[in-house]
Structures are given as structure tokens and as C-alpha cells.
Nanobody, 122 residues
Framework: QEQLVESGGGSVQAGGSLRLSCAAS????????MAWFRQAPGKEREFVAR????????YYADSVKGRFTISTNNAKNTLDLQMNSLKPEDTAVYYC???????????????WGQGTQVTVSS
């Protein structure tokens, strides 16, 4: 079946970097909007970044602009998120997702991965 699987999470010091990857299988997402969301304990799921599978229209939450880069890799069939200058407030479970509507609302996305933990210490 359709599946998205995140990897690359871990623990880093503030100012460090991590690269997350989301492997897609079971179907092509070539006509989908791909996105990353994150959720910290006790908080709502928060939009991080989105991009069309084609690479068009990358868009970022204000909180991560200039620090994170979202991209797709057709050869590997992955959605990636390069995270630089990490801050403690970036600590969350990060989820990749796919949908047919380019929004910042998690309800507008149809396929979800299981999440990968990112922990940033001071």
C-alpha cells in the first residue's frame, strides 16, 4: 500500500544540523503537494514546509525560514528536509505528508508517515 517513512531524526546541540528524509512507496506522488509538519508534546501539529513533487513553490513557516530547506529527489523517491541552525524550540516529532492541496492545514493532507523524533538541546 501507499507508504511514507521518515528517517534522519536524532539529538543535536543548538546550532547543529540534521537532514530528514521521507521515503515514498506504493504509488507515485508526482502530482501531489508534499509537506513536513511537526508536533511537540502537548501542542497541535504545526506546519513546517511544503513543496510540489516537481520542486515548484517551496514554502516555509516563518519560524524556519532561512534555516530549513525542503526538496524532492525523484531518483530516490524521497522528500527531504535539511535543517540548519537548529533551536531547542525545533524539538518535535517530524512527519512527512502528501496531499492535493497546498495549505498549512494538516487536515488537507491524505498520506502520513509515522514520524521521526528531533531533539535539540541547549
Amino acid at each position: 500500500q501507499e507508504q511514507l517513512v521518515e528517517s534522519g531524526g536524532g539529538s543535536v546541540q543548538a546550532g547543529g544540523s540534521l537532514r530528514l528524509s521521507c521515503a515514498a512507496s506504493g504509488r507515485t506522488f508526482s502530482r501531489y503537494v508534499m509537506a513536513w509538519f511537526r508536533q511537540a508534546p502537548g501542542k497541535e501539529r504545526e506546519f513546517v514546509a511544503r513543496i510540489f513533487w516537481s520542486g515548484d513553490m517551496p514554502y516555509y513557516a516563518d519560524s524556519v525560514k532561512g534555516r530549513f530547506t525542503i526538496s524532492t529527489n525523484n531518483a530516490k523517491n524521497t522528500l527531504d528536509l535539511q535543517m540548519n541552525s537548529l533551536k531547542p524550540e525545533d524539538t518535535a516529532v517530524y512527519y512527512c505528508t502528501a496531499g492535493g492541496r497546498a495549505t498549512a492545514n494538516s487536515n488537507d493532507y491524505n498520506y502520513w508517515g509515522q514520524g521521526t523524533q528531533v531533539t535539540v538541546s541547549s
